[in-house]
């Protein structure tokens, strides 16, 4: 499975948006999911990640997690989590708040496919790379959140909103360092 950056979920979510109110007429509300998002209290979230992916791990037994994302849906947090065993990859999406599975899925790996897997114990937890991604933003909320490996180095994907604005802040989950700060324009 593929994962979108913000960016291009965004991008496409505002082309979606804009088609939409065009075929109505030109008559729509539109605001960006970065926007609307900002207004989902991070109150919300009871669930940790190590939580999330226990319940994760108890739907598919004996697989290794690749990737966290924890990001809204609606009106509430959700958190995506995937994860491969030898054969297949499989995903889970869980409420951050009750705990709930709400969805699964499964599929074959292509031939020769391989992810590398997360280790939760070396890496900062999601409150902690939120705190160093709003400081290195200098404004705003965290919003979205992505755990996976960049060239075998957990990193946190930070998205931070203050208002119409967000930034994107990458945050190496084992040293806790600022990788990089990207604001949208």
Do not use: C
């Not at 979510?13 to 030109?26: I, K, M």
């Not at 114990?121 to 409150?127: H, Q, W």
């Amino acid at each position: 499975m593929k994962k979108q950056s913000f960016k291009k979920q965004l991008t496409h979510l505002l082309a979606v948006t804009v088609l939409t109110a065009s075929s109505l007429g030109g008559i729509a509300l539109v605001a960006s999911p970065t926007v609307s998002a900002a207004t989902v209290s991070t109150s919300k979230i009871k669930l940790n990640e190590k939580d999330a992916v226990k319940k994760f791990h108890k739907q598919f037994k004996n697989t290794k997690v690749d990737e966290i994302q924890l990001e809204t849906k609606g009106n509430k947090f959700v958190y995506e989590i995937s994860g491969t065993d030898n054969q297949k990859e499989y995903s889970a999406d869980i409420d951050a708040k009750s705990g709930k599975v709400t969805n699964t899925k499964s599929e074959t790996l292509e031939n020769g496919e391989q992810k590398t897997n997360l280790d939760l114990d070396k890496a900062i937890s999601r409150k902690q790379a939120n705190k160093i991604a709003e400081k290195a933003a200098k404004k705003g909320q965290g919003q979205a959140w992505i755990l996976e490996n960049d060239n075998g180095t957990p990193v946190w994907d930070v998205e931070v909103v203050n208002g119409p604005k967000s930034t994107d802040v990458k945050v190496n989950a084992q040293n806790k360092k600022v990788i990089s700060i990207e604001a949208d324009d």
